[in-house]
């Protein structure tokens, strides 16, 4: 099965979309859409018929319809924001957008319509603490979880809330804040595919944090942190996101000033991570995406304006980089889906 890729190019206000052959990684340039505002982050709806694409500069949110054919999009409308998200992710059952505002210091929920268009004004606009930079839910649908990055403070902390996916709410849990001294920065995070474990990029902290999580509270638990960095790097780094294979067997975060790819596997039983190297990475790999296989890593790098394609190793995990692409400047954002 072929897959879209699609890439925000955010210097250039535009967005690139490629084909990729799913059995050799190769890439081929498909089209691109004009998108004024400095486009960023992508979020895509649990069906993948919409995709959601914020213009950070502008302020402002576009939703698109995807073809299932071929991977084109057709925009649907656009709906002014109150400032710049940085992350943006649906919930589980794709009625609702979630998205987290990093100098607004905020959490805001939009409904989304049947037509999959997302709704303004938002459902909730909440102030949560200075950096906020991911939104996302369990697969409960019922716990959401809001890092923030500013490295001091209760801005030091992953808010916890309840979400009630009949109205869109979110309620503080009990306690709201999880913290930890290992923790520092908590910037994005993924979950595991079978097992209540999230794992958290440290942007200050340059680490990475295994969680539990109490799907009765939806609350978190500290197990592990781990380097992404090797022993004696002194250099100024910082985390940037981060992904786990289909699989559960490895796990991925790039570093933003040693400018590389932090390999871990995972422990089958526990989850928890052991360090396996690096892989050189392109100029500020700020975004990147594992492919629907877990094959595959593109690895975009906002300074070089270069796409790196790796081959996983499905054995180690090791990554193996087997083609560069020049895709523009600032890519922001990359989303590998599916094709029909």
């Avoid at 975004?287 to 790098?301: E, N």
């Amino acid at each position: 099965m072929p897959y879209n890729v699609y890439i925000t190019i955010s210097g250039e206000d535009r967005i690139a979309r490629y084909a990729m052959d799913s059995e050799t990684g190769g890439l081929a340039a498909r089209d691109e859409i004009r998108l004024a505002g400095r486009p960023a982050p992508i979020a895509v709806s649990p069906d993948q018929r919409f995709m959601y694409i914020a213009q950070r500069e502008s302020c402002e949110l576009t939703s698109f319809r995807i073809n299932p054919a071929d991977g084109a999009l057709t925009a649907l409308g656009t709906i002014p924001l109150r400032s710049d998200p940085c992350y943006m992710a649906t919930d589980r059952t794709g009625r609702y957008l979630f998205s987290a505002y990093y100098l607004a210091e905020t959490a805001a929920v939009h409904r989304i319509e049947e037509n999959g268009a997302a709704m303004h004004p938002p459902l909730v606009w909440r102030q949560t603490g200075r950096g906020a930079h991911c939104f996302q839910t369990d697969r409960s649908n019922r716990h959401a979880f809001v890092p923030h990055i500013d490295g001091s403070g209760a801005s030091n902390a992953i808010f916890q809330f309840k979400f009630d996916a009949a109205t869109g709410q979110l309620a503080p849990s009990e306690p709201a804040l999880f913290t930890d001294p290992e923790m520092t920065g908590p910037r994005h995070f993924c979950f595991h595919p079978t097992k209540e474990i999230i794992y958290v990029s440290n942007e200050q902290g340059c680490s990475v944090s295994v969680c539990t999580l109490d799907t009765d509270t939806g609350t978190l638990s500290h197990l592990q942190t781990i380097p992404t960095l090797p022993e004696g790097w002194t250099g100024e780094n910082k985390c940037s996101q981060i992904q786990i294979t289909p699989c559960g067997r490895f796990l991925y975060a790039p570093n933003r000033g040693y400018n590389s790819i932090a390999e871990f596997s995972v422990d089958p039983d526990s989850g928890h991570l052991t360090a396996l190297g690096h892989a050189v990475a392109e100029t500020v790999p700020r975004a990147f995406s594992v492919d629907p296989k877990g094959h595959f890593l593109l690895s975009a790098g906002l300074e070089s304006g270069r796409l790196a394609v790796y081959k996983i190793a499905g054995d180690s995990g090791r990554l193996d980089r087997i083609a560069t692409h020049d895709v523009g400047a600032k890519p922001m954002w990359v989303t590998i889906l599916p094709s029909s």
